[in-house]
């Protein structure tokens, strides 16, 4: 039998106790230099451990949730060579795999940001936590035989992982757009960001961007930039609504429920109009839409260190008094920072409340890959003319923005119209 070789997880900077939340491999797998053994989560975060030896896999010696830090042994491997002894005899020079990472925006504003640590055999820095392509070795070596920039393929895998079929699928939609457009270049020629000396006009304070907002911003940036977005504007009667909500909170003042909040009602409505409208429930993949059985909704959620998404799931298997309790714990994770990955995917549709705050409508920016966002602000009351009289109405403002390659300015209205009437009379949503 030849030598077991214990993996440990190498210097990851200034990080210890962090969860382990993927393991790729189990007993009896071999494994190639290079290839990710576990996720690590950190701050948001994940990190990708690199096997720093090849074999084949005898034991694993942590499980799903095992918090470690520098030094803390993973798995060991029979046979093969570590790549501390590889580069000792072979001095070859590092494999590009090892260095080649670029920076690629995560597909939601919060989205774990997915980096591959150097192995332990290199005399790397510990690494720093930053915008990075998530791809293993392989694939990256599939993606520059290819031509492939990595930074502008879409995951698909865990945790914002590239996996080689997306590398494929974003190779043959640029062999196939290219010609279509007949665009000379998909880059937009802008005039460089203007660099201006402040302090010459006055005191200034420099402040660096959250993590947060640099991941968002990037977000943002390209969602703006993608997708030719029409915004829709609607008014909701809510006076029925929010008297209930105002009733039932004082009844459960008593009983200790959990308090409704019109987000909650919200995204209720929004499940069954998206029931009635499905393509508002869709992502645009090349030539076709991924029309999603799921009601997965996000929900914007404004932090000290800047907007995060969360996602309520299966929405439309949940009561309103459910929703409302999820959204409070998820908003109340949010601001401390301890939501996970997977609290942050999957969503169809996403609402931006501004209504805790105030507002006429804005124009929300769609969460790409979605295809439409609901933009809310704070409800007032409104003369309404009922053939009559003016009767004081409380009015809700709806602000939808929908991507016009999908959606049509009358679906879209539609859509508005119909989450009006399912707001202003909510027995509508039991039909
Ligand atoms: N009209 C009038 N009042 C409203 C309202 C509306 N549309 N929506 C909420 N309110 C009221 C609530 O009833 C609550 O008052 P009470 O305590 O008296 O009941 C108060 O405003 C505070 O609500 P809230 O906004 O804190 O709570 P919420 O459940 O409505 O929303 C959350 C939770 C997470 C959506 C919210 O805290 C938040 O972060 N909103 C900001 C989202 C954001 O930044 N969007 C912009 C993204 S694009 O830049």
Known sequence: ?????????????DFSDVPIIEIYIKPGDTVALDDALVTLESDKATMDVPATASGVVREVLVKLGDRVSEGCPLIRVEGGLSAQKESETAKQPESPAKQDTVAVPASTPAQAEAVTLPSTAQKEPPLSLGGKVHAS???????RELGADLSKVTPSGPNGRILREDVTAWVKNALTATPR???????????????????????IEVRPLSRIQKISGQNLARNWVMIPAV???????????????????????????????????????SVCALQQFPTFNSSLDGDNLILKKYFHIGFAADTPNGLVVP????????????IAQET???????????LKPGDMQGAGFTISSLGG??????SPIINAPEA??????????????????????????????????????????????????????????TL
């Open 372 to 429: 439409a966002i609901l933009g809310v602000n704070k409800s007032t009351l409104k003369p309404v003319w009922d053939g009559k009289a003016f009767q004081p109405r409380l009015t809700l403002p709806l602000s939808l923005t929908a991507d016009h390659r999908v959606v049509d300015g009358a679906l879209a209205t539609r859509f508005n119209v119909c989450l009006a009437q399912l707001l202003a009379d909510f027995r509508r949503v």
């Open 311 to 322: 996602v309520i799931k299966n929405a439309d298997r949940k009561g309103i008094l459910e």
């Open 357 to 362: 705050i105030g507002g006429t409508s804005f």
């Open 137 to 143: 070795p392989s694939v990256r070596a599939y993606a």
């Open 231 to 269: 915004t829709y504007h609607e008014e909701a009667d809510i006076t029925e609504l929010e008297a209930f909500r105002i009733q039932v909170n004082k009844e459960n003042e008593k009983t200790g429920n959990a308090k409704l909040t019109m987000l909650a009602f919200l995204i209720k409505a």
């Open 1 to 13: 039998m030849s030598q077991l070789t214990e993996i440990k997880v190498p210097d990851i900077g």
């Open 328 to 338: 409070g714990e998820l908003a109340r994770q949010a601001r401390e920072g301890t």
């Open 181 to 203: 457009t007949g665009a000379p270049g998909s880059g937009l020629d802008l005039l460089p960001w203007p660099k201006v000396d402040f302090s010459k006009f006055g005191d």
